[in-house]
């Protein structure tokens, strides 16, 4: 039996080589002899690079950027070949910030800038970009700013060559466009600390900049799925850099060539902090289906609700790893997730043993 586990992270409790490495333990109690496969994932958020690394090697560089408050960090991004991977949390993320220092209206992106700017000067002709968790609703400016101070200092954005043969894909599952009720400040910004009037200030601050940005170039992506994602970052890369839009997850499991792994599989095992009729909404484990190939897909969660409809939509079984009497802030201790994922795909693989 060849068993292949794909779990994303359960967020504030397990990563997903956490969560995969203890769900291996139980398949293994369940069945010794089988061959276990365990594949990092992330659909473009916390992880993201980190799946990649694993996946395919690299050398995972450093480098000094800005915070979303310009103080001085250390960012991580990696480099394989001429591709580079990247989050864009690392510089602008809200776990950079305390939570009275969320301000949207000052947060900036500066710092992702400078990701990409050493991401080119080390030769990156392919970059692709992990959107989320940010902390900024600049719609990207305070990137585009870092990459002038980068390549054309002194100078404007038309002046910058070195960005002109370099491939962008951004990934996120965002599907919001830049401004409007469902932009980037309205959907996005109260999370980050936004109040009504500072959403509306960064809603009219993003498409002002929008329509200066539509006249110079003849075209305007603000309206297109993702621009507002990131806080408008989403936009600065398409609008700026023509970068494509993609689900993280199609990005990731086809760079680690994830159906030819699956091919001969008899059951593949993936699995969120809380799975419902949003997992068929563009998450994780719905990729995992879809680049299954045939094989069956079982889905375990935390927190399980929508059940029949997770299997109408093709899982072969939902499982919630916690017994119902359980509190929620006790199924969140790390080792208590640990033991539940590891128990739970044990009492799965013997069951499907024995059909």
């Not at 580079?84 to 992106?109: D, I, W």
């Not at 799925?225 to 890369?237: H, P, V």
């Not at 109408?312 to 199924?331: D, K, L, S």
Request: hydrophobic residues 45%; contains cysteine.
């Amino acid at each position: 039996m060849k068993i292949v586990l794909a779990l994303d992270s359960f967020k504030g409790c397990l990563s997903s080589g956490e969560a995969n490495h203890w769900a291996a333990a139980g398949a293994r109690c369940a069945f010794p002899e089988a061959d276990i496969v365990e594949v990092a994932v992330s659909d473009g958020g916390e992880g993201f690079t980190a799946a990649f690394h694993a996946a395919l090697g690299g050398e995972l560089v450093e480098v000094p950027v800005k915070d979303p408050m310009m103080r001085p960090v250390r960012a991580h991004y990696l480099l394989y070949g001429q591709m580079a991977v990247m989050e864009v949390a690392e510089a602008c993320g809200l776990t950079l910030l305390m939570e009275e220092e969320r301000n949207p209206l000052v947060a900036t992106s500066y710092g992702v800038g400078q990701m990409v700017a050493d991401a080119v000067g080390r030769g990156a002709e392919d970059i692709i970009v992990g959107l989320g968790g940010s902390a900024t609703s600049d719609a990207g400016t305070g990137m585009l700013r870092a990459l002038i101070d980068a390549f054309a200092r002194h100078g404007q954005w038309d002046d910058i060559l070195e960005l002109k043969q370099v491939k962008f894909t951004i990934a996120t599952d965002v599907r919001n466009p830049l401004c409007g009720k469902n932009g980037a400040a309205h959907i996005f910004a109260p999370q980050k600390g936004a109040t009504h009037d500072m959403v509306l200030q960064l809603d009219a601050r993003a498409r002002k900049f929008a329509d200066v940005s539509a006249k110079h170039f003849g075209f305007d992506y603000s309206g297109h799925e993702g621009a507002g994602a990131a806080g408008g970052l989403g936009y600065a890369f398409m609008q700026y850099l023509g970068a494509e839009s993609r689900p993280g997850i199609d990005l990731l499991l086809e760079a680690i060539g994830f159906e030819e792994t699956v091919h001969d599989a008899n059951l593949i095992i993936t699995g969120e902090g809380s799975a419902d009729r949003q997992t068929l909404m563009g998450k994780l484990p719905t990729g995992i289906l879809r680049h299954s190939r045939g094989v069956p897909v079982g889905l375990i969660a935390g927190k399980t609700s929508d059940r029949d409809e997770l299997l109408h939509a093709g899982f072969t079984f939902v499982e919630c790893i916690n017994p119902p009497e359980m509190a929620p802030r006790e199924a969140m201790q790390k080792e208590v997730a640990q033991q539940n994922i590891s128990h739970t795909v044990e009492d799965i693989i013997k069951k499907h043993m024995s059909k």
